[in-house]
Every structure is written in structure tokens, then in C-alpha cells.
């Protein structure tokens, strides 16, 4: 143990994996837990993807190592993707695919940053955000959007916590934790801070673009000015109920891509030969069964904000994509049930796991620890059994 590094021995545990253990230890022993903690799509992979990665393997063509960055068929798929539907001038040299989003994230971050470097990050953030940074030796510095304005960090924040140091900003629209969504004007607003700060790299993290219930889906990348400075990062993991396959990808500036490219040679090579198969269905394939899956989210969502509402002391707003709420559940600080005493947000979801066999995950690892994460990839019933257990909890601290 004491022979470890000093890197490992830095870096902190994902949160929202270390519940999901929890929760799934507790169901292994029998115990009735509804699990709200992982970000996972509660669908089954559409059948035509499923079909096409049977067809590759009966093929007998993609047992070899596939290319580092990618089949160049998928990579152009996804850089006619990236072109019809994000506006990004896209060619396969500006693709890399990797095995998932965060193994694209952690590419580009080793790729830039040095020590020293610091990282802004859009508050609330992803969990690995801030680990991926330390990784690198560079320091993450949040920038804190209030429950007020749907979480979501304005221009002039951004601009204020810019340094001298600042060498990346990183933020997810639509967003986890918070589901928000940043709209035109809001992105043309940073873009604008970012016009005067030439020095400072943009990742955009859009890997749940269709679950989005706001409208038009807007990439920063092809604002005026942007693409170059701006590397779009996405997958199939949510669209199309695609977590276990580990199929992410990047569009970037060519120099930054070759970059991934090389680091992700002494990594992992290539990702998964299978799976980029069952990818290029997804991507070239019928929008049909990703369009039904976020029309379920959208009912879901009302119903869960709905029973939100209905629990005194939680504050909660409207979010506008994924499949996350983030409530505010810090009325509830300072209180107890006789037996345990809620000081923060890691205290109330053990609490819920305890007592009502709930499992959502801490705010505190999103850089919020007033709030907890909850996700409403799960079935009706589920949730509206998850959401009479917590409400029922929390009736009995005082």
C-alpha cells in the first residue's frame, strides 16, 4: 500500500461507479434496492446495431487489431455526422475514435495540458472532469452555475476565473449532472470571452445531444471562430443505448487529433473491432428507436419533477436534457432520524441507500454539496417507488 504512487493515492474513486457497487452489493444480498445512481440508458441496444455486430463477427473480417483511431468508414461516418449535423467542417483526420467519451476526455487533457496548466470546468461537472485533470498535473478550477440559472455558469464567470495559467474550459450540454442545456446566445456569450483568450482550448462535451428537450441543439465548435480552438467530444453510448459497447469519439483540429491518436497508441490502440461495427450502424443507421427512447425521457422527466415538488425542503428546477435531476437537498443539513445525522450531501445518500433503499450519488463529487444526482433511466414504476421511499425518509429527519 505505502509503494503506491502519489498519483493513484491522489485520485479520487468515481462516485457514481462506487454507489452503483454499493447498491449492486446490497442486491446481491437480497435487499430491495432501486438504483438512480448510474447514468446508464435503461433500454436495450436497437436491434439493427445489434444485428450488425453479428453480421461482423460472422463476416470473420474484424478479429485482427483495428486502426489506432479508427475504421476510416466509421470515422467517416462520424465526420459526415459531425458535418450534417453540427455544422463542423469534418473529415476523417479530424476524428479519433476511442474506447468511450471519457477515454476521448482523458486523450485531449494528456495531450494539452502541462503542470501547471489550469482547467476550467463548467460547475456542476461531470465527476472524472477534475480526476483527469489532476491526472495530467494540471489544477481544475470550477466555475460554479446557481440553481437560479439552471446551474449553468455565465460568460462573465468564465471570464473572471480566467488566469494567466488557463489552458482548457470544459463543460457537457446537455449537462451531467444538471441536465441543462446552453442555448445559443449563452454559447455566443462565451465564445465571445473566449475571442479574447486565445490561448484557451474549448472541450464540449455533447455526448448526450439527442436527449435533448430544449430544441436545436447548438455546437460551440461551429460558433464563428471556434472550430479551431474546439474539440467536440460525443459517442454512442447514451443516443443509443450503447454504454457497455465503449465507443466514444472526438472531433478536432487535425494537430490535436494526430495527438489523441498517438497517445492513445501506448494506451489501448484501437477500440473494440465489434463494436466500431455495431457504431457505424448506429451512426449511418435509423434515428427512429433514439428518437423514441427521448420521447420516454421527456414523460418521465415530468413525472419525476412532478413528485420532486411534492417533498418539502427540495429544490429543484426543470432541466432540459439527459436524464439527470439535481436537487438541492441542503434544507435537510443539520437534521436526523435518531440514528444518523445529515451534515452534507454524501451523508444523504447514504442515508437514502440505508434507509430507503435508494441509491443516488453525492453532489460533493460534482463540485455541488448541496445537492444529490438522481437519474430517471429507470422504469416508470421503479421511479415512482424510488421517489415514495425518499420522500418517506426524509419525512422522518428533524
Not at 480526476?131 to 473572471?160: C, H, M, R, W, Y
Not at 441542503?330 to 445529515?342: A, L, T, V
Not at 450519488?361 to 421511479?383: H, K, M, N, Q, W
Request: aromatic share 8%; net charge negative; glycine share 6%.
Amino acid at each position: 500500500m505505502n509503494d503506491l504512487s502519489n498519483r493513484i493515492r491522489n485520485l479520487s474513486e468515481s462516485a457514481t461507479i462506487a454507489m452503483a457497487v454499493k447498491a449492486r452489493e446490497l442486491k446481491s444480498q437480497g435487499v430491495d434496492v432501486i438504483s438512480l445512481s448510474l447514468g446508464e440508458p435503461d433500454f436495450k441496444t436497437p436491434d439493427h446495431i445489434r444485428e450488425a455486430a453479428k453480421q461482423a463477427i460472422d463476416d470473420g473480417s474484424y478479429f485482427s487489431y483495428p486502426p489506432v483511431p479508427g475504421y476510416m468508414d466509421l470515422r467517416e461516418a462520424i465526420a459526415q455526422k459531425f458535418s450534417k449535423e453540427n455544422n463542423l467542417e469534418s473529415t476523417p483526420a479530424n476524428i479519433v475514435v476511442s474506447s468511450g467519451a471519457k477515454q476521448s476526455i482523458a486523450n485531449v487533457m494528456l495531450s494539452l495540458l502541462n503542470p501547471g496548466d489550469e482547467a476550467l470546468m463548467l460547475s456542476p461537472y461531470w465527476v472524472s472532469y477534475s480526476e483527469i485533470i489532476k491526472l495530467a498535473d494540471a489544477t481544475p478550477v470550477p466555475v460554479k452555475g446557481e440553481l437560479s440559472n439552471d446551474f449553468k455558469a455565465t460568460a462573465g464567470q468564465i471570464e473572471q476565473a480566467i488566469t494567466g495559467k488557463t489552458k482548457i474550459l470544459i463543460f457537457s450540454s446537455p449537462c451531467n449532472p444538471t441536465g441543462s442545456v446552453f442555448n445559443k446566445q449563452e454559447l455566443e456569450d462565451i465564445a465571445g470571452v473566449m475571442a479574447k483568450n486565445t490561448q484557451i482550448y474549448i472541450i464540449s462535451d455533447e455526448i448526450y445531444e439527442h436527449i435533448n428537450f430544449a430544441g436545436e441543439h447548438i455546437s460551440i465548435g461551429s460558433l464563428p471562430g471556434m472550430q479551431d480552438r474546439t474539440i467536440t467530444v460525443n459517442g454512442v453510448s447514451k443516443s443509443f443505448a450503447m454504454t457497455g459497447w465503449r465507443i466514444g469519439f472526438i472531433h478536432a483540429p487535425e494537430w490535436i487529433a494526430k495527438a489523441c491518436i498517438k497517445m492513445q497508441g501506448q494506451f489501448t490502440s484501437g477500440a473494440c473491432s465489434i463494436a466500431q461495427r455495431a457504431a457505424l450502424a448506429a451512426i449511418t443507421g435509423d434515428l427512429g428507436p433514439t428518437r423514441a427512447m427521448a420521447c420516454e425521457y421527456l414523460e418521465r422527466r415530468e413525472m419525476v419533477y412532478n413528485l420532486l415538488k411534492e417533498i418539502p425542503g427540495v429544490k429543484s428546477n426543470m432541466p432540459d436534457g439527459a436524464f439527470y435531476f439535481f436537487p438541492d437537498i441542503s434544507d435537510y443539513f443539520g437534521k436526523s432520524d435518531g440514528e444518523m445525522r445529515i451534515n452534507n450531501a454524501s451523508d444523504m445518500s447514504m442515508y437514502l441507500l440505508e434507509k430507503a433503499k435508494v441509491s443516488v450519488v453525492t453532489g460533493e463529487a460534482f463540485g455541488s454539496p448541496e445537492c444529490i444526482r438522481l437519474s430517471y433511466a429507470a422504469s416508470r414504476e421503479d421511479l415512482k417507488e424510488a421517489l415514495k421511499r425518499i420522500k418517506e425518509a426524509l419525512a422522518k429527519l428533524s
